[in-house]
């Protein structure tokens, strides 16, 4: 599907901003990375009763395991994290606190494959040697693109936009059952 196909945003689908799509990245790499990255160096410290620079040094007997674990790890469960929750509703926690889904260029919701795609994808930003790069690219994207698509974007024919939670009305502005009108004005 090309660009000219893209299902036009409107109120319901309006193109989600590079703020609000780096503050879902941020609290999602909190959830999938940071936190599961400390636990793992706590359990191997524990197990192994290494210290920091014998594990560095590699003078641990277990750190080739450790190493096994942690490629395994950072290069499965994010994607599969992420595939999961855009197949289902299109957020992750993070993007659900940032108010934004991941959708087909027509609007539809994204399947397994195609979420698990665009995960696999997105995990080239985490090879030290293409990160840099692929990072100043997709923001450049994001900012400048028409359709503020990132490079991962484009592999998976996805887009960003703004998620309704509240079904077209604003929050707090649930109609009255009685009269009808939204949030009890007269």
Do not use: C
Not at 141 to 152: D, S, V, Y
């Amino acid at each position: 599907m090309t660009d000219s196909e893209l299902a036009s945003p409107n109120e319901k689908n309006a193109l989600a901003s590079f703020g609000e799509r780096l503050l879902a990245v941020i609290a999602d790499n909190f959830l999938v990375v940071l936190i599961p990255a400390a636990i793992l160096i706590a359990v191997y410290i524990g197990i192994t009763s290494a210290t920091l620079a014998q594990i560095k040094a590699g003078q641990s007997p277990g750190y080739k395991y450790f190493i096994l674990i942690d490629v395994i790890y950072f290069m499965s469960v994010p994607a599969f994290y992420y595939a999961l929750f855009w197949s289902k509703s299109g957020m992750t926690p993070g993007k659900r606190l940032a108010g934004v889904k991941v959708v087909r260029l027509n609007g539809e919701r994204l399947t397994y494959p195609r979420a698990l795609a665009r995960a696999y994808s997105m995990l080239l930003y985490r090879i030290p040697v293409f990160q840099v790069p692929l990072l100043i690219v997709s923001a450049v994207m994001i900012g400048f693109e028409k359709n503020k698509r990132a490079l991962h974007d484009m592999i998976a024919e996805t887009i960003v936009v703004k998620n309704n939670v509240f079904g077209g009305a604003q929050p707090g502005a649930q109609a009255d059952r009685a009269t009808g009108r939204p949030g009890g004005l007269p």
